[in-house]
Each structure stands twice: as C-alpha cells, then as structure tokens.
C-alpha cells in the first residue's frame, strides 16, 4: 500500500532555533499533503493543506509567518518550525492522497514526528 | 461546540466483550466518514471507511445515518490487541481531502 515517510520521527531543539521536518510520499504522487498537529489527550488538528507549486493554505489561527511550508515536488512537503518555543512541542503528523485517487478516499498518514523544545 | 464529537471514554471491557462506540457530526455537509485507529504515541491508522448502508469488516461494523449526523463502530469478541483509540473522522465536501477528527474514545481491553 501507499506509503507516507515522515522525518525525523523525534527531535528535540532548543528554544529559538528551528525546526525542518519532511514528508514524503515513497510510491505515489500527491498535489496535496496535509499537517496536523497533536497535543497529549487532544485529537489531531489541522494546521495547513500544502499545494504542490503553490502557497499553503492555513487553518485559523496558525501562523503562516511561523510554521513554512514548502511543497516543491508532487512527493515532497516540507514544515519548518521557526523559533522554536516550548509552547510548540507537540506530535507533528503529515498525511497525504494519491493523486490518482478520488477525492473522498482515505488519506494516508506519516508515522509523526515527535518535537521537543527545551 | 465541536465539529465532531466522541465520548473520550476510556472504555473498559473484558476480552471477548461487545463494545460500541458513538460519534456525532456537526457539518450537514460531510461526505465522506472514517474510523482510525491510533496507538499510544504513534499516526492514525485507517481501519475503516463508513458507508450509508453500514459495513462490515470481521469483527468489525460501522454504521452512518446522515438523518441525525451520527456514526458508530461495533466491536464484537475483543481482543486485548484492540486496546487503541478510536478516531472519528469526517471529510467535508468536495475534494479538498481536509479530515476534521475526533477527540477519540480510549478502548482498553483486559484479560
């Protein structure tokens, strides 16, 4: 099946720096990947929808100027955590569809990277 | 209120117990339903979809009615191995892939 590589899968940094973390599709293509972030105990909640070629779409309340995406290729998306602050530890999950696929089909998930900032 | 709501659980039930799970959407809208299933510190994994006619998969079963917004998932004869949450999942319309997922509802099976 469909397989979604999400790296690095933890990272601690400390506060200030930033952050890359990747998403790639290993066997299909994607226009589109989507990020989540999850909190302990809460349920995931989407930051952004990343278009390849073009700028991301973010949700309410995300800062576009603090969470960079960047889908240059139909297999890559990439989200840069900039200045780090305690306050963004969280699960970090990339999700995306097979552009051969319709529209209403299951997305499939990378395995999450788990961030930490000290 | 929120757009998809789960009774956080946690759900305690013996092994080979029947166990129900219940979720309400708010968005009229929605078109596409789904059932992940998420361990302790790892992605959602998709462990099924939800039709209007209500599907079957093993020991599985889910159930949508579009009427009153409402999805479900039964769970006959579980296994310690289900021990999970149960992520409710609702596609809004169109094609623009956007889940919008529930708290979830903690299962733990014991022996």
């Known amino acids: 099946g469909a397989v979604v590589s999400q790296h690095p899968s933890r990272v601690i940094c400390k506060s200030g720096t930033s952050v890359k973390i990747e998403c790639r599709s290993l066997?299909?293509?994607?226009?589109?990947m989507f990020w989540y972030r999850q909190f302990p105990k809460q349920s995931l909640m989407l930051m952004a929808t990343s278009n390849e070629g073009s700028k991301a779409t973010y949700e309410q309340g995300v800062e576009k100027d603090k969470f960079l995406i960047n889908h240059a290729s139909l297999t890559l998306s990439t989200l840069t955590v900039t200045s780090a602050h305690p306050e963004d530890s969280s699960f970090y999950i990339c999700?995306?569809?097979?552009?051969?696929?319709?529209?209403?089909?299951?997305?499939?998930f990378g395995n999450g990277t788990r961030l930490t900032v000290t | 209120r929120k757009e998809v709501e789960q009774d956080p659980g946690p759900f305690n039930v013996p092994e080979g117990a029947t166990v129900a799970f219940n979720c309400t959407y708010s968005n009229s809208a929605s078109q596409s339903f789904f059932w992940y299933r998420q361990d302790c510190r790892k992605e959602p994994k998709l462990l099924m979809s939800v039709y209007s006619s209500g599907n079957e998969d093993g020991r599985f079963t889910a159930q949508l009615n579009r009427a009153s917004q409402y999805i479900s998932l039964l769970i006959r004869d579980s296994k310690l191995s289900d021990s999970a949450t149960y992520l409710c999942?609702?596609?809004?319309?169109?094609?623009?892939?956007?889940?919008?997922f529930g708290q979830g509802t903690t299962l733990q099976v014991k022996p």
């Open positions: 999942v609702v596609s809004l319309s169109g094609n623009t892939g956007k889940l919008i």
């Open positions: 066997d299909f293509q994607a226009t589109t």
């Open positions: 999700s995306a569809r097979d552009y051969g696929q319709a529209g209403n089909s299951p997305l499939h």
